[in-house]
């Protein structure tokens, strides 16, 4: 088993620069969640990682060896692919040992093996099917299952539940933890998906326009989120944001109704409120024109405009409540974040 | 079928069996020509229904000496010869082509594009306006008169690099990735990926090349001269001409017929891969 | 074109591409090199010296009335063809599209006589059209016509283009019936609500819909008609009766094979070569563009 190191890693296509000097130190047996928006970079990092994709510059590490200029086979790594990579005209048992044949490995070791993965992923009544005999799910569990035979001191999961339904999807996840943990592999998983990151990852890698901009545990990152970019993308529904202005102890919100300044501070700023961190209170600052309402059973989500201003807010109510539309109603602000107004950066608390 | 108008799909269904009966007698007549004596196939009205000397035609036709009057191999022979070309063709034409689209889709190399011009030049050259020169060229290599002769200069092929080249660039990515992740060299991942996945498109391929590959005319006419590398299209010619002077058009006919009855049969009996195999190649 | 990724840089890729690259450049574009330099050469009736000429043979050409001749023949010949096997295969596809569930019998019955070659093609039109023996010249003579290609050139030309003709109904039909069974049920439902009957759908909606595949087989066609019937004129007519179904291709082959004329066969070799580059270039550019359905 081994760790990974990234040391400054840049990527360019010509001139257009992908990622800007990645640094990360994964520990052995930890698992990373890369996540961010499409087009941030996080698939190219990963194939970087793989060996499918040329480094610029920077080093990788996996173990104490530098694996920049090693060919994918030889990097001892395994990779589970969005689309899962099947070799449709193979059976599962075949899928499996191919990476295994190619090795030379002997008969007996590579059946041993292929068994010992289809018990853990429950395959055994399927290991004589073509993929596409298979449903979403199982095709999912091969892709795993062709991981696991190779023993490798790395996987690397690039989206592998993207293409599941809603309810597929929450299952797998479970399970790839689970198995992650049961293995204790170190493993680098790719997403969009910021729910997928939180209940994935041992850590969370955030990054946006080939930056990291945040790297740290889900709790670290949902409860001080390093940017403005950050406190938006992790938790939903989605952190409220005010332009605001510090004077002292207080932030002057643009309605004028002013609350305590969560962080040292002077002039414009910009304020962050999770939707779940406003309580009702007849007497709170925080005054909201409600405009819809969604109820989604164990809460109640209320959207509207801070009063007297076009500036939306949402906040996330307990049970069934139901606000008539075009009553104001009043909060207290439970954690508040705030940040630098042209950086987006988090201000020092 | 929208509306129900039994008059009107009556109709249709007259025209369409009228249709296939245009179509199909000119090869009734031949059937029922090879199927009589030599000496009734000599007075006007020739027969309209087949005769009783089917069998016997076929074995003078296949093992006699051919046509009296005609300096033709006997037409087993010429049959065997046709059969070597249409394989060589069709198997050397998806052998080169399927490694050169591999090579051009797969590998990033100086020249490349260089390369795939000049395949997709040969689209433009058919032999027929080539014929002298390329003529010449066999003739200097020494390759009148011999099955490399006949299939060699054929097997140069935009059409079938083009598909393979279209085929390959539906295989997803991520196949080429997950075989690099395992291990699987360019020759390996040809050989155990690439293959298999376009198994169908090489058997459509086949069936086309087949067909085109013994059909061929102007090119076997050009390069043999020995009466046993002749192939059975060019001893119909022969025999059409020896006809003038004394007509054994039962034997002509059984030859037409067994000409055309391996590709005839190669597209009833594979009709799925044949339409497959037609569509695609002219894209 | 090209794959995101690809195998690290090696030889192999010029191997592989070797054996195609090595024939494509001896037995094509040496030999097309060849014609295009022989076609400013003229030879002494003895081969022995060569004078280059720049487009002397070219200019020859265009004014020998034979040559033209051919031309517009090759030009008339070619549109026949196209012409009677689009149209022919055209109605046998529109009722074989009506009948439905019907239609894959009738494929099978018709798409057969693509794999017969051109001259066998040729052969059996030959013997239905025996002036002697033919069944069709006998049945011709019983209304009073009488039937000899041998000395009716026009009867001749008539008889290749049945023949060439009869071939290519196959590939039409095929092509028809699929462009016509991929146009959306819907579409041709919604024109039956609006009450248009199975006549006045084929021409306002179907025909306009396969608008492109009548262009595409437009192009094949021609391309058939100019290179692919040469089997056809070789062994039923050879040309003849006095050039009347000489077309521009068998007069390269007799000019040069058999009558030796090396630059004027040339200079004929390099004008089919443009025209084939011309339908090439017409083919890419317009044919790729299919209309949505």
């Known amino acids: 088993m081994a760790g990974i190191k990234l040391e400054n890693l840049i990527k360019s296509y010509g001139d257009t620069r992908i990622l800007h000097g990645i640094d990360a130190d994964i520990a052995d047996g930890e698992m990373i969640v890369v996540v961010g928006p499409s087009g941030c970079g996080k698939s190219t990092l990963l194939r970087m990682v793989a060996g499918l994709e040329a480094v610029t510059a920077g080093r990788i590490l996996i173990g104490e060896r530098v694996v920049n200029d090693l060919e994918p086979s030889q990097r001892d790594i395994a990779m589970v692919f969005q689309n899962y990579a099947l070799y449709p005209h193979m059976t599962v048992r075949q899928n499996m040992a191919y990476g295994l044949k190619i090795r030379g490995m002997s008969r007996a070791e590579i059946a041993r093996r292929v068994d010992e993965a289809a018990d853990i992923l429950e395959l055994r009544p399927y290991l004589d099917r073509k993929p596409r005999q298979l449903s979403g799910g199982q095709r999912q569990r091969v892709a795993m299952g062709r991981a696991i035979v190779r023993h490798p001191q790395v996987f690397l999961f690039d989206e592998p539940l993207s293409n599941l339904d809603a309810k597929l999807r929450v299952q797998m996840r479970l399970e790839i933890r689970k198995l992650q943990r049961r293995l204790g592999v170190t493993s680098i998983y790719v997403t969009h998906d910021q729910v997928e990151a939180m209940t994935l990852g041992d850590r969370l890698m955030v990054l946006n326009k080939g930056v990291v901009e945040q790297f740290g545990s889900p709790i670290e990152l949902y409860e001080r989120p390093a940017s403005v970019f950050v406190a938006g993308f992790i938790g939903s529904p989605a952190m409220n944001f005010l332009p605001v202005r510090v004077e002292g102890d207080a932030a002057i919100l643009p309605n004028g109704a002013r609350l305590p300044a969560p962080a040292r501070a002077a002039g414009e700023a910009t304020l962050g409120a999770r939707p779940e961190h406003l309580t009702p209170d007849e007497a709170g600052p925080v005054a909201v024109e409600v405009e819809v309402l969604e109820q989604l059973g164990a809460a109640t989500l209320v959207h509207g405009r801070l009063e007297g201003t076009q500036h939306e807010m949402t906040v996330q109510l307990d049970g069934v409540r139901a606000p008539e539309a075009g009553r104001i109603m009043r909060f207290a602000p439970g954690q508040l974040h705030l940040f630098d107004a042209a950086s987006g950066k988090r201000l020092a608390d | 079928m929208i509306e129900n108008r039994p008059w009107l799909n009556l109709f249709a269904h007259l025209a369409l069996i009228l249709g296939v009966a245009i179509v199909a007698l000119p090869i009734w007549i031949t059937f029922v020509a090879a199927s009589h004596e030599a000496a009734r196939m000599m007075q006007a009205p020739i027969p309209m229904l087949p005769g009783g000397h089917f069998w016997e035609n076929l074995r003078a036709t296949l093992f006699g000496e051919g046509l009296s009057g005609a300096e033709t191999a006997p037409v087993w022979r010429m049959l065997l010869n046709s059969l070597v070309m249409a394989l060589g063709i069709a198997a050397g034409k998806i052998a080169i082509s399927i490694i050169s689209a591999f090579a051009i889709v797969y590998f990033k190399f100086p020249f490349r594009m260089a390369f795939f011009w000049m395949i997709f030049i040969t689209l433009m050259l058919p032999v027929e306006v080539r014929i002298l020169p390329t003529y010449e060229v066999v003739s200097d290599l020494g390759l009148l008169n011999s099955y490399w002769g006949l299939t060699v200069p054929l097997i140069a092929s935009a059409t079938a690099t083009f598909m393979f080249r279209q085929v390959f660039l539906t295989i997803p990515d991520e196949m080429l990735e997950s075989a690099r992740i395992d291990g699987a060299g360019p020759l390996r991942f040809f050989w155990d990926i690439l293959l298999p996945l376009s198994r169908t498109n090489i058997a459509a391929l086949f069936v086309i090349l087949f067909i085109y590959g013994w059909n061929q005319y102007l090119w076997p006419l050009l390069i043999t001269t020995d009466r046993d590398m002749s192939t059975v299209m060019i001893s119909i010619k022969q025999m059409l001409e020896a006809a003038e002077q004394s007509p054994q058009w039962n034997i002509i006919m059984m030859t037409a017929l067994l000409a055309m009855l391996p590709p005839v049969a190669v597209v009833i009996a594979m009709q799925k891969l044949f339409v497959k195999g037609l569509t695609e190649t002219d894209k | ?293």
């Open chain 3, 1 to 293: 074109m090209l794959k995101r990724v690809h195998f690290p840089a090696s030889p192999l890729p010029y191997l592989l591409v070797a054996p195609q690259v090595l024939i494509t450049l001896v037995f094509f574009i040496w030999p097309a090199s060849q014609a295009l330099w022989q076609s400013f050469l003229i030879e002494d009736a003895f081969g022995l010296s060569t004078e280059f000429v720049w487009f002397e043979n070219f200019e020859a050409l265009f004014h020998d009335s034979q040559y033209l001749a051919s031309f517009w023949r090759t030009l008339v010949f070619s549109g026949a063809v196209a012409f009677l096997s689009m149209s022919f295969a055209l109605a046998l596809a529109a009722f074989a599209d009506h009948v439905g569930r019907g239609a894959g019998t009738y494929r099978t019955l018709l798409i057969w006589p693509y794999a017969v070659a051109p001259v066998l093609a040729g052969a059996l039109w030959l013997f239905m059209f025996n002036p002697t023996l033919g069944i069709l010249p006998y049945l011709l003579e019983m209304v009073g016509y009488e039937w000899n290609h041998h000395l009716n050139g026009t009867q001749a030309m008539l008889l290749v283009i049945l023949a060439a003709a009869w071939k290519q109904v196959a590939y039409n039909f095929l092509f028809y019936l699929a462009a016509m069974q991929s146009i959306p049920r819907s579409v041709i439902e919604a024109a039956a609500i609006d009450g248009a009957g199975p006549v006045r759908r084929f021409f306002s909606i179907v025909f306009p819909l396969i608008s492109p595949t009548t262009f595409f087989l437009l192009v094949i066609n021609a391309v058939y008609a100019f290179f692919d019937t040469f089997g056809i004129i070789h062994a039923v007519t050879q040309g003849g009766p006095a050039n009347a179904t000489t077309t521009l291709v068998y007069k390269v082959f007799n000019d040069g094979f058999v009558g030796l004329d090396l630059g004027g066969s040339a200079a004929q070799s390099v004008i089919l070569m443009a025209l084939v580059i011309a339908l090439t270039a017409v083919q890419f550019r317009f044919v790729e563009k299919r209309v949505e359905y």
